[in-house]
């Protein structure tokens, strides 16, 4: 097989492999507002029932918040880069010199001499595709395949909001004593996050122990600054 072909099929180079950040920010995300908003109501309510209630509205908020969120962050990147895309576009039409100067400014910083320059220019002013690709990955710092699903971004963070925010709760559905339920609950949120570790591993090709143990240092610390405030505020 081409290595070449070989390397471009690693999934670290997919669009899937790239929706690892909204997986890992939505799981954590989910888990951690979960464990503190967890930890706030069971310091106030005795009633498990209303927990529960409060638990579940607060995840389907959460997921809700998320979704549209990440939909409007992707959509609004995507509209800007292609505001300067278009602009780009406008300045090789209209302005060909200035281009032919951003070339050699270019491939100076990169070291080259002009003898060296020239047949590039030549080349990429041959042709306004090459040139376009050209002054957007090289000037604009825009990747070709910048384009990101809005809806595909939207729900991989909802979703993994959900997943992220689900275990925390469950333990309260089968638990009748609201300690053992929390305890529980952050067993689960710690087995969630080493879960989340290796997946991450998977996908980016790093050490499972140290990318589980990286998601359950950094997530657990966060679920315990959630956990401590949400029991402060409980206590006041």
């Keep these: ?11 670290w180079h997919t669009p899937e492999g790239r929706l690892i950040r909204e997986f890992v920010f939505g799981i954590n995300d989910g888990l951690v507002t979960t464990v503190g908003f967890i930890a706030g109501v069971t310091g106030a309510l005795i009633n498990l029932k209303i927990v529960l209630m409060s638990g579940s509205a607060e995840i389907i908020a ?8 990440a939909y409007l962050a992707a959509k609004s990147q995507n509209e800007f880069y292609q505001k300067e895309i278009n602009r780009e576009m406008r300045e090789i039409k209209e302005n060909p010199d200035h ?25 990429l002013m041959s042709d306004k ?18 384009y990101e699903n809005p809806l595909k971004i939207a729900s991989y963070t909802g979703l993994s909001f959900l997943a992220g925010g689900i275990p925390p709760l ?15 609950s952050i067993i689960l949120s710690l087995l969630v996050l080493v879960f989340t570790g290796l997946a991450k591993a998977k996908v980016t090709k790093t050490g499972r122990f ?12 966060a679920a315990a600054a ?11």
């Design 99 to 123: 281009e032919i100067e951003e070339i050699y400014e270019i491939y100076q910083d990169k070291g080259f001499t002009k003898a060296e320059i020239d047949p590039i220019v030549k080349k």
């Design 1 to 11: 097989m081409d290595p070449l072909k070989r390397f471009h099929n690693e999934d």
């Design 170 to 184: 469950l333990p309260f559905f089968f638990v009748k004593q609201s300690l053992t339920a929390v305890a529980f």
């Design 210 to 221: 140290k990318s589980a143990l990286e998601m359950v240092l950094i997530g657990g610390a």
């Design 226 to 236: 959630g956990f401590i405030c949400g029991r402060l505020i409980a206590l006041m």
């Design 129 to 146: 595709k090459i040139l376009l690709d050209f002054m957007v990955q090289d000037e604009l710092g825009i990747s070709r395949d910048y």
């Design 62 to 69: 959460g997921t809700v918040s998320m979704f549209f969120g």
